[in-house]
């Protein structure tokens, strides 16, 4: 059963997610506080988190950088109109999408469809990941392009493996490193792109124009199949 977790502290629209949502067949949880929805997300996980941006004791944006932190579930922004962090912003936070206040439940129902359509959640593994020409084994740690065998690096492996995984969605850089090279790591965040560029090297049939693993400007890199 796909789980929703919706932390959003206005109860009409609280109250409203959660029905409509559970009448939909998802498993909703709704917390009503940023810091005690975070807290749940790190205990229970979620396929996708529903997320209002003004929250008591922790802002929407902080939840989402905390959850961007350790996870690429897809994120939901919920915005009032005027809100000063504008749209881009919630983007640029990592949410997969928004929804700007007041809006139809029906309107919320079909983003939530289309971004779970999306991005497969990170929750649910995959053994064999396949996109366009490339075909990863994370239980053989194999990677085939064109029905070829290519030696990655343990690192480029989990880069790629990550972008797959999340085909079709941007990852943010913060996210990619995080996820890869642990939260602890104070390198150059260029190492991440010196991998992008070896892993097109060794998988794109035009390095220099790929088709798979594409930089999204000022945001990070994609995934397409
Ligand atoms: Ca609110």
Partial sequence: M?????IEDEEGIGSALEYQLAREGYDVTWVQDGAKGLETFETGGADLVVLDLMLPSMSGE???RSIRKTSPVPVIMLTAKGDEVDRVVGLELGADDYVTKPFSTREL??????VLRRGRSPLESTDV?????IRLD????????????????RKEFDVLELLMRNAGRVLPRET???QVWGTDYFGDTRTLDVHI???RAKCEVDPRRPAHLLTVRGLGYKFAP
């Fill in 2 to 6: 796909t789980k929703i977790l919706v």
């Fill in 62 to 64: 902080d939840v989402c």
């Fill in 109 to 114: 129902m079909a983003r939530v469809k289309a």
């Fill in 129 to 133: 990941l396949e996109g366009g020409d």
């Fill in 138 to 153: 994370t239980d053989r740690v194999e990677v085939t392009v064109r029905g070829e065998p290519v030696h990655l690096t």
């Fill in 176 to 178: 990619l490193m995080d």
């Fill in 197 to 199: 560029k070896r892993l």
